[in-house]
């Protein structure tokens, strides 16, 4: 599209139904067209006919391919379609990702902070203008449980997953010993109290899920 186009095209990606049709009233309301697709090969039937400038993809979309893999196939096949995540996850490592399974140039936007059409227009005229890549909520300092590291993040997954130490362990090919260290890690620096009523791996899964959710069991 030329710069003087006052529309330009978004493809959300969105398993819920709700949260879909939410986001694309308020992208309406800003001069954008909008179409909504539920599922990942929704999505990429849509991309033939829709010719979107960019994309905005949640990472778990339910049954099917992830929206990882639909944004790899997306950077692949229309390179010239701006892509972004727009996830509950405050990182990467919280949705048990690494590094490269982020597509080059794709930004990363937190679901909790779109309510402020302020953040979410920013976001998206730096997607739609640079190709997303300087746009990653997951590399803020002050993003939920920032303060833990991505081997904490993953253990905490994994325990709000609802997996024994043990489990958690062979899932990571490590031994339980520095499953149990890392636990004890993460109960400091999440500050949780080790006597009284509350229990300390109950409270840890509840960290983990009021930032992200309930994880999927993989």
Known sequence: MGENDLIRRLLVVEDDTFTGALLADVLRSHGFEVRVEHSAAEA????????????LIDIQLGDGPSGVALAHLFHDQYPECALAFLTRFPDQHAAGLVEADIPEGCGF???????????????????????????RDDLLSDRPL????????????LVASGLTNAAIARRRGTSESAVEQSLTSIIKLLAIPVAGDINPRMEMARH???????PERT
């Open 44 to 55: 990429r039937r849509a991309m033939d006919e829709y010719d979107a400038d960019g994309a």
């Open 109 to 135: 936007l937190r679901k909790d902070r779109i309510a402020d059409s302020d953040y979410l227009m920013a976001a998206l005229e730096e997607v739609l203008t640079d190709h997303g890549g300087d746009f």
């Open 146 to 157: 920032a303060q833990l590291s991505p081997t904490q993040l993953d253990v905490l997954r």
């Open 208 to 214: 983990y899920i009021l930032v992200a959710g309930i």
